[in-house]
């Protein structure tokens, strides 16, 4: 746990910068529920794989401008010609095969038809009796974040190990990774 200025106990992580902290308080751990929100984390999450989550949480206007909001249809259109654009967008990860993977998933998301957000909570566990003490009981990966990223590689999705799954999961409130004596109290899914 850290102590940030204004007195409130954070997870040690959510406390390292501010934009850190403003993320951990306002919105890591809370309920996503709609197609474009969680597609939105999916990307995110896959982008982030190597890289520090500060990289991307610092990058993400420009996500959002480069791939139109996040808007699934939108971005299930795309073409060789705005692969070409992204790779030239300095304010965004110029991977190639992070930004195919990002137009794949639009497009396998969009083939769900119950929507994605129903498919990844599918995948949510039940509640913990209590939240964790430490990090050291948060794992990494867990039985239910191999069984989505094997139900979502399955439908065509690209970067989507059960790591990055477990990340989604924290992410969008799936599970309540916050710790015990962290200040944040999230209301259960």
């Keep these: 746990m ?29 309920p996503v529920r709609d197609d474009d ?11 982030q794989s190597g890289l520090s989550w500060i990289t991307i949480l610092r990058k993400r206007p420009a996500f959002r401008a480069a791939f139109a ?3 699934i249809a939108k971005v299930a259109e795309f073409g060789e010609a705005d692969v070409e654009r992204l790779m030239a967008d300095a304010g965004i990860v110029r991977n190639r ?5 990002a137009i794949a998933n639009a497009r396998a998301a ?11 909570w599918s ?25 989505l ?4 590689k399955k439908r065509g999705f690209r970067f989507v190990g059960p790591t990055t799954a477990y990340a989604l999961m924290q992410a969008t409130g799936m ?11 999230l209301d259960r899914p």
Aim: glycine share 10%.
């Design 37 to 47: 929100g969680l597609y939105e984390r999916l990307t995110l999450e896959a982008f």
């Design 149 to 152: 990223a094997k139900a979502l």
């Design 97 to 101: 095969a992070k930004i195919e993977a």
């Design 175 to 185: 599970v309540d990774d916050h710790l015990a004596s962290c200040f944040v109290q």
């Design 110 to 120: 969009a083939e769900v038809p119950e929507g994605i957000a129903a498919l990844l």
């Design 123 to 147: 995948f949510a566990p039940a509640p913990r009796a209590a939240r964790p003490a430490g990090f050291a009981e948060v794992p990494a990966v867990t039985e239910e974040s191999k069984a």
């Design 69 to 71: 909001g996040f808007d």
């Design 2 to 30: 850290v102590i940030g200025d204004d007195g409130l106990a954070r997870c040690a992580w959510g406390g390292s910068t501010p934009d850190y902290a403003v993320y951990h308080d306002t919105e890591w751990g809370r």
